[in-house]
């Protein structure tokens, strides 16, 4: 992350050694809703960004993109969905920055007409845009045959922003350095685990929330188990994020009043907070009586992406 305002890996190149999927009609990737478990800020660094340490986990949901190929070579990128309203769908859309990067690294001469289909809130601390981002690359990648490896896309997301990367991996890891140096990890009793999304439905941008943080570095991050993060894990951003934004602190309370509860937070520099449950019942449960008694907050019932 950043600690300017938005609203909101080892370098290699790619060689285009396979004609396009052999397919007819549409491919889809899913671009998969990025929860932070936890959220250690230690130091500003000299180039501008925080020094951070973070557990990422992601949704079994998000938005969806979809595309099919041209042959004239251009990209041209559309957006419907409930929060389309307002996205530019020219260069200033990171889809579009993460395919020009791409057709620039492989060298292929192909296009593509892609639609993004937004379900997740804009500016909300659950990936958005760089989810958005990393899956066009794994989108266009099948989609050109590229058969690029994990590597050369990592390479080409590092640049489009600091979440792209872990992104572009969408398993549960280990975030450093400024959310790019990433260790996959593999913590027993999470994956699949019951997960709801609220948001009071207030953007929030990164920068107001970083210049909020009040300093402190609270100490390392252990990720070393499930428990660790939900009794002294922490998210640095969720008091400066409270401040500017007070129905953030509502959400918190009103996930922590729900019975079967595990862990509830804020993600990333929010305002979106999520919740784990210990079944999928309880979980249920506290989406229709959160959707009850606050209809204008966005809930998502979703679980935590495995494999």
Known sequence: MRSGSRRRCARGSIRATRPIEAI?????????AKINLALHVRNRRPDGFHELESLFAFAEDGDL???SARDDGAIHLSIDGPFAQGLEAGAGNLVVQAALALKSASGTGNGADIRLTKNLPIASGI??????????????????????????????ADPLGSDVPACLVSRTLVGTGRGEAL????????????????????????????????????????????????GEGRNDLQPPAIALVPEIGEVIGALKGCAGLSLARMSGSGATC?????????????????????????IMATRIRGE
Not at 25 to 31: D, F, L, P, R, S
Not at 285 to 294: K, Q
Request: a negative charge; aromatic letters at 6%.
């Open 65 to 67: 993109l979809r595309a």
């Open 127 to 156: 990936g958005g845009g760089s989810a958005d981002a990393a899956a066009a690359l794994r989108l266009l990648d099948r989609l050109w045959g590229l058969g690029s490896g994990r590597d050369a896309l990592l390479a080409i």
């Open 274 to 298: 999520f919740a784990l449950f210990a079944d999928a019942a309880a979980r249920d449960e506290a989406a229709a009586r959160i959707g009850t008694d606050h209809p204008r907050w966005w």
């Open 24 to 32: 007819a009609g549409v491919i889809e990737e899913k671009a998969y």
């Open 183 to 230: 260790d996959v990890r593999d913590l027993p009793g999470l994956a699949g685990a019951p997960l709801l999304l609220v948001n009071p439905g207030v953007a929030l941008s990164t920068g107001p929330v970083f210049r909020g943080w009040d300093g402190v570095d609270r100490g390392a991050l252990d990720a070393s188990r499930l428990d660790a993060i939900a």
